[in-house]
């Protein structure tokens, strides 16, 4: 069983700061790309920021040089720092990973998805 939990989410005042976690835990044979998405109210889910394996790094433009995506491969964790939050980034937010099982005979890779952290920016 493979389990992706985000956390740190929250209440910030335009401006503020947070920094969100993500773990992924199970029978975890290896995890490949990681990342943040959001979903806003009445809106679809989108994109905010990936990491390879290699540490290269994807940003939506509405983010960049305001977050910033790490990751601890040995952790198995994804972090995403958010700077200079503005009330536009209110969004419930996700962690992503494609995440590699061992099944008898074979190596399968999926995608999983956390549960959801919200985070809310206020004037």
């Known amino acids: 069983q493979v389990q992706v939990v985000e956390s740190g989410g929250g209440l910030v005042q335009s401006g503020g700061s947070l920094r969100l976690s993500c773990v992924a835990s199970?029978?975890?044979?290896?995890?490949?790309?990681m990342g943040w998405y959001r979903q806003g109210p009445g809106n679809q889910r989108n994109l905010v920021a990936l990491?390879?394996?290699?540490?290269?790094?994807n940003y939506s433009d509405s983010v960049k040089g305001r977050f910033t995506i790490s990751r601890d491969a040995a952790k198995k964790s994804a972090f995403l720092q958010m700077d200079n939050l503005k009330l536009e980034d209110t969004a419930v937010y996700y962690c992503?990973?494609?995440?590699?099982?061992?099944?008898?005979?074979?190596?399968?890779?999926?995608?999983?998805w956390g549960q959801g952290t919200q985070v809310t920016v206020s004037s």
């Open positions: 992503h990973a494609r995440i590699t099982i061992k099944e008898p005979g074979r190596l399968r890779e999926s995608d999983y």
């Open positions: 199970g029978n975890i044979f290896a995890v490949g790309t």
């Open positions: 990491i390879h394996t290699n540490d290269l790094t």
